[in-house]
């Protein structure tokens, strides 16, 4: 059966561009073409599909509702192609490259990405570590590691733990007053009161805390940075148990009470819908779903 109609693969290419950059001279530089060239490429593409697909400005270019649709589909339509190619060739598996939040990183990825590699010597791993929600769709990832409810427009996410919380706190500074049931910890510091999780943990636990305020700390962030403060004694830190069992083990932190909420969201592996037949991305999301799986196993 022959295929339907499709435009200049040349045309696709440099509109793409030219959508991703708002700028035909952006575009051209990328692909390193004259401006001239670009524009002449562009209005084959609308001549062929009837009708306009960026509405020119001074400063650049907008889309169409039109040229949105079209090129949405094309840059997914690209990167397959761009996939198969690379994999024909042998070299989509050279380097994979991830962007990872912080306490998953360090917490659970750090002490297990080696046994990755060896398994797949042929794929080496690169990891940018940040809190920032990096754009999959630019090509500079391959996948993310991102903590939230999984839904991410063009997006395939896939559920590695659930984010499971409760305060923990420094042997010490829990011995420093009574801590017999959960209001007590009111009469604690409390790192980053402001947090959502503190409330749910309250609500849950049948504490009104609607009046704390005076032993309020700073927010820190990231879990990791909040777990250092509560192990120098700083205060009391809402964290997730599951990933800083050493430092139970090793009496660095301590959780008063068995009570641990989930406010639904999680810890996701997520990749470009039109990345999913890429084999490198497929290798890794196996592993890391096999390795969240043993893990929640054992700390079930």
């Given at each position: 059966?022959?295929r339907?109609?499709?435009?200049?693969?040349?045309?696709?290419?440099?509109?793409e561009?030219?959508a991703?950059?708002?700028?035909?001279?952006?575009?051209?530089?990328e692909?390193?073409m004259?401006?001239?060239?670009?524009?002449?490429?562009?209005?084959?593409?609308?001549e062929?599909?009837?009708?306009?697909?960026?509405?020119?400005?001074?400063?650049?270019?907008?889309?169409?509702?039109?040229?949105?649709?079209?090129?949405?589909?094309?840059?997914?339509?690209?990167?397959?192609?761009?996939?198969?190619?690379a994999?024909?060739?042998?070299?989509?598996?050279?380097?994979?490259?991830?962007?990872?939040?912080p306490?998953?990183?360090?917490?659970?990825?750090?002490?297990?990405?080696?046994?990755?590699?060896?398994?797949?010597?042929?794929?080496?791993?690169?990891?940018e570590?940040?809190?920032?929600?990096?754009?999959l769709?630019?090509?500079?990832?391959?996948?993310?590691?991102?903590?939230?409810?999984?839904?991410?427009?063009?997006m395939?996410?896939h559920?590695?733990?659930p984010?499971?919380?409760?305060?923990?706190?420094s042997?010490?500074?829990?011995?420093?007053?009574?801590?017999?049931?959960?209001?007590?910890l009111?009469?604690?510091p409390?790192?980053?009161?402001?947090?959502?999780?503190?409330?749910?943990w309250f609500?849950?636990?049948g504490?009104?805390?609607?009046c704390?305020?005076?032993?309020?700390?700073?927010?820190?962030g990231?879990q990791?940075?909040?777990?250092?403060?509560?192990?120098?004694?700083?205060?009391?830190?809402?964290?997730?148990?599951?990933?800083?069992?050493?430092?139970?083990?090793?009496?660095?932190?301590?959780?008063?009470f068995?009570?641990?909420?989930?406010d639904?969201?999680?810890?996701?592996?997520?990749?470009?819908?039109?990345?999913?037949?890429?084999?490198?991305?497929?290798?890794?999301?196996?592993?890391?779903?096999?390795e969240?799986?043993?893990?929640?196993?054992?700390?079930?």
């Amino acid at each position: 059966m022959a295929r339907p109609d499709i435009p200049p693969l040349s045309a696709m290419r440099v509109a793409e561009a030219a959508a991703r950059h708002r700028n035909f001279t952006a575009a051209a530089d990328e692909l390193g073409m004259t401006q001239a060239a670009v524009s002449y490429q562009i209005k084959i593409l609308e001549e062929r599909v009837g009708t306009a697909l960026f509405e020119r400005h001074a400063r650049g270019v907008s889309l169409t509702s039109v040229g949105h649709v079209l090129t949405s589909r094309a840059s997914e339509a690209l990167d397959i192609l761009a996939d198969a190619y690379a994999d024909a060739r042998g070299t989509s598996d050279a380097t994979l490259v991830m962007s990872i939040i912080p306490t998953f990183a360090t917490n659970f990825l750090a002490e297990r990405i080696g046994t990755f590699q060896l398994s797949e010597p042929d794929i080496a791993v690169r990891i940018e570590i940040g809190e920032a929600l990096v754009d999959l769709s630019a090509g500079d990832f391959d996948l993310a590691i991102r903590g939230g409810l999984g839904k991410w427009e063009g997006m395939k996410a896939h559920l590695l733990l659930p984010t499971l919380f409760s305060p923990m706190l420094s042997p010490a500074l829990a011995k420093s007053g009574e801590l017999s049931k959960p209001a007590d910890l009111l009469n604690l510091p409390i790192l980053s009161e402001d947090d959502p999780w503190w409330r749910q943990w309250f609500d849950e636990a049948g504490v009104d805390h609607s009046c704390h305020s005076e032993n309020t700390r700073q927010p820190f962030g990231s879990q990791i940075i909040e777990a250092s403060a509560a192990i120098a004694g700083q205060g009391v830190a809402m964290l997730s148990p599951a990933f800083f069992q050493k430092q139970v083990q090793r009496r660095e932190l301590v959780q008063p009470f068995e009570l641990t909420c989930h406010d639904g969201s999680g810890y996701w592996v997520v990749y470009p819908e039109s990345r999913r037949n890429s084999g490198k991305i497929r290798k890794f999301v196996r592993w890391i779903l096999n390795e969240t799986e043993m893990f929640q196993s054992n700390t079930s």
